[in-house]
Structure formats: C-alpha cells, structure tokens
C-alpha cells in the first residue's frame, strides 16, 4: 500500500502553554524522504511526536492522506530508551511484527526466519541470543533499524538516529534509509549533521519553531536560511505563549 501524504495544517504544538512549533504548514509527499534540522530547542521531536499522535495540538493539526497513522515506524532518541530490559535481540527485533502476531502468540519458525534476515541486512547475523544491554550503542541502533524492516510501515519517522553512532555504522543505516527510499516509503529523519543531510537527503525542513524553510535540500540549507535561523532561536522567549495569529 502506497504511503499517505502527511499534512501539516498551521501546525501548533504547546507545553503548557508555550509553543515548541508555531503555525508550521506544509506537507511531506508520498515517498518523499525528508531531513528535519534546526537549533536545540526548534521543536523537531515535539513535531514528530505531533505527527505520531503523541501530543494534542494545541492549534491546526496533521492530516493523513489515504491511510491511517498506525501505520507509522518510529524511532525515538536513544536516551529515551531503557536499555536494561532483560530481553533479547530475538524478541526486541521480532516485536517489529507486532501488529500481525498479537499479544501472547509465539514467534512462528517463518517470522524467526524474518528476524534473522533483518539482522543480517543491518550487519548483525548471529547476534539473536545476545541480551540488548551486552551491545554497543551502535550495535543496539543496528538492532531497532532491524525492527523497523520488519515493522514494514509505508512511514517512517527517526528522531536523531546517527546521534553518537560512528561513521561505518551510519553508512551502513544510510543505506537502510536509501533501501526505504528506494522502495517509496515516506522517510522524515530529524539531524544535526548538514554535511550528511546534504549529501542524503533530497528535501529539508529547517526549523525554529516556526518553519524557515522547506523544500530541496540544496536551496534550504543555504548560509542566509541557517543564519536566520540562528537568530530566531537567539531571540525566542521560552516563556512567550501560544499567539492567535491565523494561518
Ligand atoms: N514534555 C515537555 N514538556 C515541556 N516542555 C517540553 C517538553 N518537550 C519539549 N519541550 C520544550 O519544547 C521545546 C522544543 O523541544 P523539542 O525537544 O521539540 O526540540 P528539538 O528541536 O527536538 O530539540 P533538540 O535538538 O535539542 O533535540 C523546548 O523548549 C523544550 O524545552
């Protein structure tokens, strides 16, 4: 099934009261795979999270197109998540066929096949048995990019995925990422590393709360656009509250 397009619809996200994204507009088309940067603070996972369903906005919202939002695969900042579950890389990675093997139903010899074929795609055949808090957290990132290929969801958000990840183990998800692509799933990854989005990305969405620009990567990373939204986010109040300007 072909991806929807996601809508953002004059888009306000607030934590009790103060904005962390400000009347964004826009939209991420089909297949389109999509770079979201800008300064600490800009509201980039608080847009993820809006996209997901996580959070209520507080004005506008997001629209899917065709398809529903639980067919989304998302991967949080790697600080979110505990590490110290005793399971094992078999189990975190088969959790990615949830939504086809119900709740207490064992992992069938077809989807243990699945598993070990995700694991090798992201260089670590072999590794089922190990518990997730022997691995490194590169190792670790390998294995919840594995439960995303399982997860087979036409969307895919990643929220910061190469943070603190060396250079071969981010080439080697890049191509993860490009397979995606490839394959017309709608990719929307947050970064801070511009060389990498240059280089990656076909489309960007710089932001300050409010969007700065959005569009082909080359033309929105241009020096006059990250200046801008520098000083944006020098000037931002984190007290200001939500404004009633229209859309
Ligand atoms: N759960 C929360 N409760 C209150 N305020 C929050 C919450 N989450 C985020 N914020 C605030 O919203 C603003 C945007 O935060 P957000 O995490 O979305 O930004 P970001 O662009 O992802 O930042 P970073 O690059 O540092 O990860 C910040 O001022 C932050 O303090």
Redesign the pocket.
């Known amino acids: 099934m072909p991806p929807p397009a996601i809508r953002l619809n004059n888009l306000t ?1 607030a ?2 009261g ?4 400000h009347h964004l507009s826009g939209e991420f088309a089909p297949g389109s795979l999509t770079a ?1 940067v ?12 809006a996209i997901m369903g996580r959070i209520r906005p507080a004005e506008g919202g997001v629209s899917f197109d065709g398809d529903s939002r639980d067919r989304i695969a998302w991967l949080p ?1 790697q600080a979110e998540i505990d590490r110290s579950f005793p399971i094992r890389v078999l189990d975190l990675v088969a959790l990615g066929h949830w939504g086809r093997l119900g709740s207490f139903k064992g992992i069938a010899a077809r989807q243990r096949d699945a598993v070990g074929a995700a694991l090798e795609a992201v260089g670590l055949g072999g590794f089922q048995r190990r518990g997730i808090a022997e691995l490194s957290a590169g190792q670790f990132q390998r294995v919840l990019f594995a439960r995303m290929l399982l997860q087979d969801a036409p969307v895919i958000l990643l ?2 995925p190469f943070n603190a990840i060396d250079a071969r183990t981010t080439a080697d998800l890049l191509a993860v990422v490009a397979r995606w692509h490839a394959e017309a799933r709608t990719v929307i990854a ?1 970064l ?1 590393d511009l060389e990498q989005v240059r280089l990656h990305f076909d489309r960007t969405l710089l ?1 300050a ?1 409010r969007c700065v620009a959005w569009g082909p990567t080359a033309e929105v990373l241009h020096a006059e656009n990250l200046f801008r939204a520098r000083q944006m986010a020098e000037a ?1 109040d ?1 007290d200001a509250p939500v404004c009633k300007e229209a859309a």
């Not at 800008?38 to 999270?49: D, E, F, I, Q, Y």
Request: proline share 7%; charged share 20%.
């Open positions: 996200v934590y009790r103060h904005p962390a994204v979201i800008g300064p600490n603070g800009a509201g980039k996972t608080s847009l993820l999270a900042q929220d910061e947050v801070h932001m709360r931002w984190e």
